[in-house]
């Protein structure tokens, strides 16, 4: 779904490659996050384009676009592996209560010592580099499970249970990435922008695990 001309809330159904580029952009949520907004906690479901939601940055944004896809339980080929992050994993209600996100989710990391590289003392890093089988496990669903993510008029931080989650942004330069045919088919997922280079900047650097583990060990 996504906010078209006039503030309409549009919708459509695609058939898209099964690769990352395309699931990164519909998985860091499971279904039953529920979101900080104007109009109180609401679940990620029950989310339209539209909707105004805090931003951990202090800042109210627009919903612009939803993204939503199946992801099928472990026997099918590519089974669904979905990342489940205990109750005060990260701090005092950091979540609360535990919760469940996609496998390409980022969150904020906030540390001191990242201003010695970075400049800031915050970066979006990958849930998945916190799996240690006790307070972040990975889990395999049952059945199929719906999961999503969110694009906002600006790019920021959610605040979904208690953690700060990046909302969706292809990365800066991501055309220059992606071969031409491949890039007209994955710009086209979301109509609201004729160009990525519209995403504009990323509130906050990314980080991969790795270079996590290296800063902070």
């Known amino acids: 779904m996504w906010l078209g001309e006039g503030g309409m809330i549009e919708d459509e ?8 580029l395309f699931e990164e952009a519909f998985s860091a949520m499971a279904r039953g ?15 339209v384009p ?14 612009t676009w939803i993204g939503s896809m199946t992801m099928f339980p472990a026997g099918a080929e590519g ?22 996100l996609g496998p390409h989710a980022r969150i904020g990391l906030r540390d001191a010592r990242l201003r010695g590289r970075m400049g800031n003392e915050q970066a979006y890093v990958p849930i998945s580099g916190f799996i240690d089988g006790v307070s972040v496990i990975e889990v395999q669903p049952a059945s199929p499970v719906s999961v999503y993510h969110l694009v906002l008029e600006t790019q920021g931080s959610l605040k979904v249970g208690g953690l700060e989650v990046e909302s969706y942004h292809p990365g800066e330069g ?13 710009t086209g997922v979301f109509p609201q922008i004729s160009h990525l280079r519209e995403f504009g900047r990323l509130s906050h650097p990314r980080l991969t695990r790795y270079e996590v583990e290296d800063m902070l060990v």
Do not use: Y
């Open 13 to 20: 159904t695609r058939i898209a490659p099964a690769i990352p």
């Open 50 to 63: 539209g909707m105004r939601v805090h931003t951990a940055e202090g800042r109210v944004e627009t919903v």
């Open 174 to 186: 991501a055309e220059r990435m992606i071969d031409a045919r491949m890039l007209q088919l994955f």
């Open 33 to 47: 996050s529920v979101l900080a907004t104007e109009e109180g906690p609401v679940a990620i479901e029950d989310l």
């Open 79 to 100: 089974g669904a592996k979905l990342i489940r992050v205990a109750a005060e994993a990260f701090g005092h209600a950091r979540p609360m209560p535990d919760l469940v």
